[in-house]
């Protein structure tokens, strides 16, 4: 079955340090990988994507983001973390030729907390 | 910012009333999304439009309908819901419905509506 984890359901972080994100998934074909992030009450933003190509990423708001297909996993990453920062994170996959390749499946979220 | 809008912001609906969320992109996509997002969880899909046609319902209720007047207008419409269908609803559109390299098409989200049934 495919699926998305995401380990941490909450990551704390002083902000000015680096901050990471985790993402591992599970997926039968190549997959497609994104980051969303939602700030309180609001929709999801897209930050970054994978698809093909360099391994590192780069989104937005100084996001970054690492494939790597050895460990399945597509870790997110910001070298200096901001208060701003603080938000609901969501990784997920798409089967690029799976049957359901127009659904995004989901990890849990990871609730990022940056204190000042 | 988000290029996909979605109206009323906030609902309040009691359990007989009939109401709809509507949702406009400008982006020139073909492919638009309905999902329901309950606090803290990822979204669920609902429904996919695919050039206007009603391409994928997850199994909803229908309770729930939706509508596609035409390539960048979604509507859903909303029948004698029950209170556990409160939630934030999310409308969102992307180039194509995916396949193949279309699968990296990036999906975009409004704000969504906050839906309260009473």
């Known amino acids: 079955a495919q699926s998305v984890a995401q380990p941490e359901d909450q990551v704390n972080v002083a902000e000015g340090n680096p901050l990471t994100v985790k993402c591992t998934y599970s997926?039968?074909?190549?997959?497609?990988l994104f980051w969303y992030v939602q700030y309180p009450n609001r929709g999801l933003q897209f930050l970054l994507k994978?698809?093909?190509?360099d391994n590192l990423v780069k989104g937005s708001y100084g996001f970054e983001a690492e494939f790597n297909k050895s460990q399945t996993s597509f870790h997110l990453k910001k070298p200096s973390a901001l208060v701003s920062d603080s938000a609901l994170y969501f990784c997920a996959v798409r089967d690029v030729y799976g049957d359901s390749n127009y659904q995004l499946i989901w990890g849990a979220g990871t609730k990022l907390i940056i204190k000042p | 910012d988000t290029e996909v809008t979605q109206t009323p912001k906030h609902l309040v609906m009691g359990m007989t009333n009939k109401k709809s969320l509507k949702c406009e992109q400008h982006?020139?996509?073909?492919?638009m999304y309905w999902y329901k997002q309950k606090a803290k969880k990822p979204p669920e899909l609902m429904f996919v439009y695919s050039y206007e046609k009603l391409s994928i319902n997850e199994s909803v209720p229908s309770r729930f309908s939706p509508e596609c007047p035409n390539s960048s207008l979604l509507n859903l419409h909303l029948h004698a819901l029950q209170p556990e269908d409160s939630a934030l609803y999310l409308c969102?559109?992307?180039?194509?419905?995916?396949?193949?390299?279309?699968?990296?098409?990036?999906?975009?989200f409004g704000e969504g509506s906050w839906l309260t049934v009473v």
């Open positions: 994978y698809i093909t190509g």
């Open positions: 997926v039968s074909g190549n997959p497609y």
């Open positions: 982006m020139g996509h073909r492919a």
């Open positions: 969102a559109s992307s180039q194509d419905l995916g396949g193949g390299y279309s699968s990296g098409n990036t999906i975009y």
